[in-house]
């Protein structure tokens, strides 16, 4: 299994391939000063595209379960505290989704969806088929705690075209955003965004975390900055928020660009993580949630990061 070069903060420079991942990189983290409390340590993949329709371009969708089971075979005998879908399982076959899911789940760890536009890229009983699936608690947006952190999961098909299971009012505020966003990278017509009602219940599980000093990680799969076609909607009303709590709110981690992406705004960190579907080598990460950063752990093409909060 290919390791990507741990570069952010000029930390080290040199390349190194590792094969046993997770104990050599624990190794060189605590040659860092990284040692101390154990972290809250996840299993992340974005934009898997598990399909069975044919190749468009560099797209392989058949390949993608292979990918996907040699990356959960590598850090099968590993420990960790949630796996991470960040959406798109499925490119738009809603039956391709359960392998792909039973993988994920074989490693062992509470698996937390996020739903992607691809994973309703399907009829409106389709569209209740994988709400079944990937839904938490029968919600699209919910939050956990882990360690000292919580999670906060959102549904960026809140506003969208493609979602045929929201109500009225969503539908209403969907079509509100797309005259708004007209002309903008932003302004495409599988993207989406953060409905208002949403956006009420962040403020509510922000002010949470601000009581209880916990710091927060958002997770989504469209991404909102560096802006892009990706970017949601709404995605500055959503920065501004997260940036107005950013005594807890730490990071915005997302999929959905599919050749990934990184900013700092607002004292928050951006990171869109790169698609399983587009490389040849399995792409995924390891992230590791400290009290004071968070250790990215980029395996095949992903960049390993540390962002320090
Ligand atoms: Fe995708």
């Not at 989406?192 to 989504?220: F, H, M, T």
Request: aromatic share 10%; charged share 25%; with cysteine.
């Amino acid at each position: 299994m290919k390791k990507r070069t741990f570069k952010k903060g000029g930390l080290l420079r040199r390349d190194f391939i590792c094969a046993g991942a997770s104990l050599l990189f624990s190794g060189f983290l605590r040659s860092f000063g990284f040692s101390g409390s154990s972290p809250v340590r996840v299993f992340s993949v974005a934009d898997i595209h598990c399909d069975v329709c044919e190749n468009e371009g560099s797209k392989n969708y058949r390949a993608s379960l292979g990918k996907l089971k040699k990356a959960v075979s590598a850090h099968r005998s590993q420990k960790f505290d949630f796996v991470l879908n960040l959406g798109d399982i499925v490119d738009r076959n809603v039956s391709c989704a359960d392998t792909a899911l039973s993988e994920l789940s074989s490693l062992g760890a509470p698996l937390k969806n996020v739903l992607g536009n691809h994973d309703f890229r399907c009829s409106p009983s389709g569209q209740r088929a994988m709400a079944k699936k990937l839904f938490c608690g029968g919600n699209s947006y919910y939050s956990f705690d882990c360690g000292i952190w919580r999670f906060i999961v959102l549904d960026s098909m809140g506003l969208s075209r493609i979602s045929k299971i929201k109500d009225a009012d969503c539908a209403a505020q969907t079509e509100m955003w797309i005259s708004r966003v007209e002309g903008k990278p932003n302004s495409v017509p599988w993207g989406g965004g953060i409905d208002s009602r949403q956006l009420a219940w962040l403020e509510s599980e922000l002010k949470k975390s601000s009581a209880e000093s916990r710091p927060a990680a958002v997770l989504c799969h469209m991404t909102a900055y560096p802006l892009s076609h990706a970017s949601m909607f709404n995605y500055e009303e959503v920065g501004e928020m997260l940036s107005k709590y950013r005594n807890c709110a730490k990071a915005f981690i997302c999929g959905h660009k599919h050749d990934g992406g990184y900013e700092m705004r607002g004292g928050l960190h951006y990171l869109a993580l790169k698609s399983l579907l587009e490389y040849e080598e399995p792409t995924y990460s390891v992230l590791n949630f400290y009290k004071d950063k968070i250790v990215v752990e980029g395996f095949g093409e992903e960049t390993p990061r540390v962002l320090m909060i």
